[in-house]
C-alpha cells in the first residue's frame, strides 16, 4: 500500500491565519499527545506512523509549502511539487505517475488518496484495512469512506450506499456532490452518508486515467505538461460519476477541521496570544498573533483572531460562510514564515507629497541562513540592524556588520547578507511598486566568505 | 453667569480609543448637524454656542488636552490648565480662583460647572435660566440637575429631592455618591434622580472653599499650591453633605457617553474605518482604526473596537464593565497626535543576542511645523524618509532632506528637523530604555534657519 497524503489548498477558510501563503494544516492549534501543540500535518503524520508504519506516504503539496513542510515534518518526508496550483484530480495523476514510473509500482499495488485536513481518532487508520476487503469482494475499482452525517451541509458530497444488514461497508449507488440544502436534508433523510475524501484504488486505475488524459504515465511528462490537465477536483472528475464503487463506514470521531467553527472544537486552549477576558465568555474562543492585547467581554458561541493579515470577529456558526468576505480583501500577506527565518510587514504608506511609496518590515533571519543574493528594480532599501551579528555582500563586497548598523541598498545593487547569530533588522522600502515579486535571484556560494571571515559553513550556505 | 466645563479625566472606560494621552471628548464619532462627524467637545461647544452666545466658557483641563483643544476648538478657547491631574474638586477651586482672580468675577456672579461628556440635545441648556431662578428661590447654595433615572446604576449620584406638585424643581433633602446595586434599586424606587453632574453656585461659594483650603484666592497661588488640595471629586467633598441645595429636573434626552455601551447609542454610523460584515451582524459597531481588516460575522449587540493600543470585543452591556479589564494592561501608548502631527509605534523589540531594545516608530509632522530640538541619553536613532521634504537639524548644522535620506543620529546629539512640506519618516530607535521620557528639549529659533534657506516663517516656528 502507498499513501498519497493531499496537503493543498491554501486559501482562505481559515482567514486570517490561513492565506496564499500559509496553509491551515500547518498551524499549531491541536493538542499533541503529550499536552503540547501540534498542527494537522503533524498529527496525522504521527497518526499514520503509529497505524501504517511500514507504508511509504507521498505529501503532494507545491513549493510554496516546502519550508513549512521541513520545519514541522523535517528534510525526510518525500514530496511531489505540483509545478501550479490546480485541483486534486491533477494532483492525484501527478503522484500516480510518480508512484507508477519513479517508484515502479506494480499494477496491482494499493493507493490510498488522504486529505490532511481531517481530525479523526487512531481508529480510523484501521479502517484502510477493510477498505481494501471491500474492493476485493466488491470487485470495485475505487473504494471511499463513509461517514455518517450529523447536520445537511451543503460543503460535502455524499454517498448513497446499499448496505447488506449488519455489515459496514457495501457498494455505492450513487454520489452527489456538494448539493443545496434542500437536497442534502433530502439525502440525510434518505440514509446517504458523508464522502469523507479517501479514495482507494489500484495502481493501475490512476495508470488509466493519466493515459487517457496525457497518452502516457511518464513522471517528467506529466510534471511538463501539468497545466494540460484539467482544473478539476476527483469528486466531480471521478467519484460523481463511476460505476464500480464501493465504501467502507466509519463511525468514528470525525471532522473536517475546514472552518474555525469546527476547529475550536478541537483546540487544545481557548486563548492563544496576549488576551484577556472576562467571566461572561462562553463557548468563545480568542487567537491574538498580533502583539497588542485582545480584551473579550460576554462574548458568547463566538471565535475572534488575529493576525498582521487582519481581525476575525464571528458567531462560531456564522464562521462556516467566511469565505465570500474574505474574498472583497485583496490585501497582500503581512506575515510569512521563510526557510531563512520570518518577515511581518509593519507599515505601508502611500506618498502624499512625492510619487511612490514606502514599506516597512521586521525580518529576522535564523543563524546560520541567509537570504538569497538578490537585487531589485523598482526599490530602495535601508536596512537598519537591531540584534544580531552578520556578513553583508553589497555587489560582492562582504562586511561583518551588527546591532546599530544601518545599510542602504540602493536599486540594482545585488544583496544578501548572512546570520550569524540570528540577526533582526527594520527594512525600509522606498521605490515605486513595492510587491515580493520584484526580486532577481542570483547565485551565490557563500562559503569561501565563510572561511576568510573564520566562520564555519553548515547547511543554510548556498 | 460663567461657565466653568471640565474636560477632565483621561481614564481608559473608552479604551481602546481612549488612554492615557488621548480623551474620549475628542473621539469624532458622533453626528454634527451638517450629517459629518464631531466630537463630544465640538458637539458641547457648538450647543453652549447656541444657547448661551455671549457666556465666558473656561475650559478647565490639563497641558497633555492642549494640542485636542487647538485642534478641534481652535486657538481662542479660554483654558486653565491644571499643573497636575487631580480630581473635580481640585479643578473647580483652580478655575474658581481663575474667574475670581483673573477675571474679577464679582460674588454674586452666578458660575456653572459642567462635565463635557454628555450626549443631551438643545433644550437641557433652556435649564440653565431655571436652575439660576430655582438657586434664588430656594435660597439655595448649590442647585443640581436632576434626570429621571432609567436603570439602577451604580456609577452615579443619586439625589432625593421634595418637588411640589405640578414642578420641575425642588429642594434636595439629600445625596448619596454611587450606591451599590441594592441601594441604587431602593433610591430608584423611592424616586430619587441621578445627579446629572453640573454644579451651579455663585462666586462667593467658590471663594468661601477657596479660601478655607489655601487661606488666599489668588489664582498664581492656587496654582502653585495646586498639590496641596485634597484629591477628591466634587461629589465627594461637597455635594454628599451640603446642606443647601436645590435641584431643576430635566426630563429631556441624556446621555453620559462614558461606556461603549453608551456611546454607540449615539453614534453616526456602525462602522468606523477598514470594516467588512455580514447581513447577520444585529445591533453591532465595528470601529477599526488599524490598517488591516475587521471581519464581522452574525454579530448580536456586540461592540469591536481596535486601535493601535489594542482589541476591544465586547458584548454591550459587558462594555460597561471594562475597566477592570484595561487596568491590567500597562502597555505604552502606541499612537499620539501631537502639536506637530502624529507617530505609531509600528514595532517594539526585545534584543535576543544582544542587549537592549529597539523600537520602530512612523512618524507624520505636518507641514510647518517642527519636533522639539531635542536629544536622548539611552537611545541612538535612524531616520529614513519615506515622503516629503524639511530641514534637518543636527548639532546646530541644518542641511535640506527628503525622500530617501537616511539620517543617523547617535545618543547625545542635539536634532531637530522641520516640515516643509508635510513629511512622513520611518524611525529607529536602539537602545536600552527606549520610552518617551527619554528627551531633553532645548531652545531654538528655526526663523533665521528658514531665512537663509528662503523658506517663510509661520506660526510652528519656535
Known sequence: MKIILLSGGSGKRLWPLSNDARSKQFLKVLQNEEGGSESMIQRIFRQLGKSCPDTEIILATSEV????????????????????????????????????????????????????DTYVEQDYFDKFRDMERALTEFGAEICLMGIHPTYPSEKYGYITVSVPDGESCGRVVSCVEKPDLAQARRLMQDGALWNGGIFMFRASFVKALIAKELGTVSYEA?????????????????????????????????????????????????????VIRDDGCNNTHVINELEIPIVAMGLQDTVVVASADGILVSDKHASSFLLPCV???????????????????????????DAGNSLTK?????????????????????WTIVDGRGIFLLDGEARRVGRGDVLFIPRECKHAI???????????????????????????DWSEILRQQGETDNDGAK
Chains 1, 2 share one sequence.
Open 222 to 274: 506529466v510534471y511538463r505538461r501539468y497545466h494540460e490537465l484539467p482544473y478539476i477536483s476527483f469528486d466531480y472528475e471521478v467519484i460523481e460519476r463511476h460505476p464500480s464503487m464501493a465504501c467502507v463506514i466509519y463511525d468514528g470521531e470525525w471532522n473536517d477541521l475546514g472552518t474555525w467553527n469546527t476547529l475550536t472544537e478541537q483546540m487544545k486552549e481557548p486563548d492563544g496570544g496576549f
Open 418 to 444: 548572512w546570520s550569524l547569530t540570528g540577526l533582526s533588522f527594520i527594512e525600509v522600502q522606498i521605490g515605486s511598486d513595492l510587491v515580493e515579486e520584484d526580486i532577481e535571484r542570483l547565485d551565490w
Open 362 to 382: 521586521s525580518m529576522y533571519i535564523e543563524a546560520g541562513r541567509s537570504v538569497s543574493y538578490q537585487l531589485h528594480h523598482f526599490r530602495d532599501e535601508v
Open 327 to 353: 474574498e472583497q480583501i485583496d490585501n497582500r500577506p503581512m506575515y510569512e514564515k521563510r526557510q531563512w527565518g520570518e518577515y511581518k510587514v509593519l507599515d505601508v504608506q502611500q506618498c502624499k507629497v
Open 65 to 116: 509549502q516546502s519550508d513549512s513542510i521541513r520545519r514541522q515534518l523535517g528534510n525526510e518526508v518525500e514530496k511531489v511539487l505540483e509545478p501550479s496550483r490546480r485541483n486534486t484530480y491533477p494532483a492525484i495523476l501527478l503522484s500516480g505517475a510518480y508512484l507508477l514510473d519513479c517508484k515502479q509500482a506494480p499494477d496491482d499495488e494499493i493507493i490510498i488518496v488522504l486529505p490532511v
